[in-house]
């Protein structure tokens, strides 16, 4: 078996006081955990086991609901984890600074789209910002556990950075209210890691 | 309102034990029946009927809220839908439920759900159909129509069928339908459970009648689907619905949706369940299955 469960890269309550420590703390090792042990369950023995986890999404189509569902739930909350920061926010640099301007017309109007997607995503899911097939950058969301690398998203490319917005990521502290939320997660974003992201889905 | 609420129940269970209580009930109930009423008639001065006399006189929920999660509930023009009361005190449910989550799930989620809805119809055709219209013809409209008149619709029966001292099982006519689609009560149970604990992401899980064969069966659906729906494959009658959305749960449970599922049951009130049991057979010639 190829995968494992990871370490948090920082304290329950480093991300406070926009995500707040007890949220976290479940967030990672109740869901994210449970969606690795039952990822891991089901593909035991199958020939997803030696895949990598871009290469089962390619094909997840004709994988069963629970390798979509929790192999979702395992590589959504790796790349989340990784995007946040408690020194995040800011505005990104280079490269991604000028894709970003580029596709978008400005960071703004970037954070504006990517906020939509969030917020207008009704239930549980994701909102992704992806490089495409044609390595452009493009905003979407996705239902639950899906992601832009599964066959099934009609909005495919490699995700680069992702929020997500299932209640259990903000209920304790936000309750109803997502777009608070949604804001206070810029101030969490790692840029450095989304750029690093960035240059590897344009290899 | 909560303590008014709350009031509102007593009077109810009462009038079930005693006929001479429902002069009284009729007495206290009424100026806030008339209040609602009122409110109603102000935005649609053309129509002949309020609201409520669309809903059937035995019932004393009728006269508290246009909304009572009641089959009569299916066939309320859009345009004329009111925020119901909820049918008991925020605390009521507890321990099972606590009052916080009912709180902002009644006075947030359901609200928010409840305007939008408004908002999407009004000045629209829509607001001339009926809900039952609405869901039949559901894949017609923008999604927006579809997660907000669902997500009020099925709030409005989530609440009407729990209460303060639900729990227990059912009886009678109901019983015997569960026994024979099922095989027993505790298969039904586990069916059901297994059904709401197994939607992935946000939903409901239902015991609804069929459409075509008048017998239950249990389903979940997405997000503020619900099964009259003609989104859903299996199409019928929902009389039982539990949400599964985090909302419903997430400030007490957390992540052990399980035992929400678990627990729900001490809540449910299967005498209200019975009612939409009879709604269906009762209304049987108004739905055009």
Same mark, same amino acid.
């Given at each position: 078996m190829n995968f494992e469960f990871p370490q948090l890269p920082y304290a329950y309550d480093a991300l406070e006081p926009h995500i707040d420590k007890m949220t976290m703390e479940i967030h990672h090792t109740k869901h994210h955990r449970a969606y690795f042990d039952k990822f891991t369950a089901a593909i035991q023995g199958t020939d997803l086991e030696s895949k990598s986890m871009e290469a089962i999404f390619?094909?997840?189509?004709?994988?069963?609901?629970?390798?979509? %569902?929790?192999?979702?739930?395992?590589?959504?909350?790796?790349?989340?984890?990784?995007?946040?920061?408690?020194?995040?926010?800011?505005?990104?640099?280079?490269?991604?600074?000028?894709?970003? %301007?580029?596709?978008?017309?400005?960071?703004?109007?970037?954070?504006?789209?990517?906020?939509?997607?969030?917020?207008?995503?009704?239930?549980?899911?994701?909102?992704?910002?992806?490089?495409? %097939? #044609?390595?452009?950058?493009?905003?979407?969301?996705?239902?639950?556990? #899906?992601?832009?690398?599964?066959?099934?998203? #009609?909005?495919?490319?490699?995700?680069?950075?992702?929020? #997500?917005?299932?209640?259990?990521?903000?209920?304790l502290k936000y309750q109803n209210r997502r777009p608070d939320y949604i804001g206070a997660f810029w101030n969490l974003v790692n840029w450095n890691k989304v750029s690093e992201n960035f240059e590897k889905a344009l290899k | 309102m909560a303590l008014l609420s709350g009031f509102q129940v007593k009077i109810k269970t009462t009038m079930k034990k005693n006929i001479f209580s429902i002069l009284l009930a009729s007495a206290v109930i009424l100026p806030f029946g008339l209040l609602a009423q009122t409110a109603v008639k102000s935005k649609t001065k053309t129509e002949q009927k309020p609201v409520t006399a669309v809903l059937s006189a035995k019932s004393s929920a009728s006269i508290e809220s246009a909304f009572t999660g009641s089959g009569e509930d299916w066939f309320i023009e859009a345009g004329k839908a009111v925020f119901p009361a909820l049918p008991y005190s925020y605390e009521a449910l507890e321990p099972v439920i606590d009052k916080s989550t009912v709180e902002i799930h009644y006075d947030r989620h359901h609200?928010?759900?409840?305007?939008?809805?408004?908002?999407?119809?009004?000045?629209?055709?829509?607001?001339?159909?009926?809900?039952?219209?609405?869901?039949?013809?559901?894949?017609?409209? +923008?999604?927006?129509?579809?997660?907000?008149?669902?997500?009020?619709?099925?709030?409005?029966?989530?609440?009407?069928?729990?209460?303060?001292?639900?729990?227990?099982? +059912?009886?009678?006519?109901?019983?015997?339908?569960?026994?024979?689609?099922?095989?027993?009560?505790?298969?039904?149970?586990?069916?059901f459970n297994d059904a709401a604990?197994?939607?992935?992401?946000?939903?409901?899980?239902?015991?609804?009648?069929?459409?075509?064969?008048?017998?239950?069966?249990?389903?979940?659906?997405?997000?503020?689907?619900?099964?009259?729906?003609?989104?859903?494959?299996?199409?019928?009658?929902?009389?039982?619905?539990?949400?599964?959305?985090?909302?419903?749960?997430?400030?007490?449970?957390?992540?052990?949706?399980?035992?929400?599922?678990?627990n729900f049951w001490n809540k449910l009130n299967w005498q209200e369940v019975q009612t939409r049991y009879n709604d269906y057979f009762r209304l049987a010639d108004r739905l055009n299955k």
């Open positions: 390619a094909e997840i189509s004709k994988a069963p609901l629970a390798v979509r %569902n929790n192999g979702g739930g395992f590589y959504n909350h790796n790349l989340f984890w990784e995007i946040l920061s408690p020194k995040g926010g800011g505005e990104p640099t280079g490269k991604l600074a000028e894709a970003i %301007n580029t596709k978008f017309g400005s960071f703004e109007a970037f954070k504006t789209k990517f906020n939509d997607a969030a917020a207008n995503r009704f239930g549980s899911g994701w909102a992704w910002l992806s490089v495409d %097939n #044609d390595k452009n950058l493009c905003v979407c969301s996705s239902a639950n556990q #899906d992601n832009p690398l599964m066959d099934v998203h #009609d909005c495919k490319g490699t995700p680069i950075m992702g929020l #997500d917005v299932w209640e259990h990521a903000y209920y | 609200r928010g759900y409840f305007n939008n809805f408004m908002k999407a119809v009004a000045g629209t055709d829509l607001e001339k159909m009926s809900f039952y219209q609405i869901f039949g013809n559901m894949t017609d409209f +923008p999604a927006g129509i579809r997660n907000n008149a669902g997500g009020f619709y099925n709030h409005v029966l989530y609440w009407s069928i729990m209460s303060a001292d639900g729990g227990g099982k +059912p009886s009678g006519k109901l019983l015997d339908a569960i026994t024979r689609t099922f095989g027993s009560y505790d298969a039904f149970y586990q069916q604990k197994t939607r992935f992401g946000s939903g409901w899980a239902w015991l609804s009648i069929d459409f075509k064969t008048d017998e239950l069966f249990i389903t979940s659906t997405a997000n503020q689907d619900n099964p009259l729906m003609n989104t859903e494959g299996k199409r019928g009658f929902p009389i039982l619905g539990i949400d599964v959305w985090e909302h419903a749960y997430y400030l007490k449970y957390q992540n052990k949706r399980a035992d929400y599922v678990e």
